[in-house]
């Protein structure tokens, strides 16, 4: 079974930063796009970060540019959510996913990933 694993959330002021991990577990991260979302309490799951396939594209949403980068490790085989200048609306829950799509970039869409980590939280309060 093809699954991510994420690492990395916890309890952080606002201003702070956290620094997400999403590691594969059987596979091999580079042969996929990775997405990064996450879902609040009562929300729709929304797009937060998203990493191509074969180019390295990166796309954000709208509420986290400036402050959030997804970056890949390759000799890691491990992508990367850093978030800075959190906010308590970044609190959620945020998942991993992987995109099998071989061509074409990727996209903030839940509905193009295949495989999904099973999440951890993230809680920005004082």
């Known amino acids: 079974q093809l699954q991510p694993v994420e690492s990395g959330g916890g309890l952080v002021q606002p201003g702070g930063s956290l620094r997400l991990s999403c590691a594969a577990s059987?596979?091999?991260?580079?042969?996929?796009?990775i997405g990064w979302f996450r879902q609040a309490p009562g929300k729709e799951r929304e797009g937060v970060s998203c990493?191509?396939?074969?180019?390295?594209?990166?796309y954000y949403a709208d509420s986290v540019k400036g402050r959030f980068t997804i970056s890949r490790d390759y000799a890691k085989n491990t992508v990367y959510l850093q978030m800075n200048s959190l906010k308590p609306e970044d609190t959620a829950v945020y998942y991993c996913a992987a995109d099998a799509a071989l061509f074409r970039s990727c996209v903030l869409s839940k509905y193009e990933y295949d495989y999904w980590g099973q999440g951890t939280q993230v809680t920005v309060s004082s």
């Open positions: 990493i191509s396939r074969s180019d390295g594209n990166t």
């Open positions: 059987g596979f091999i991260l580079d042969y996929y796009a």
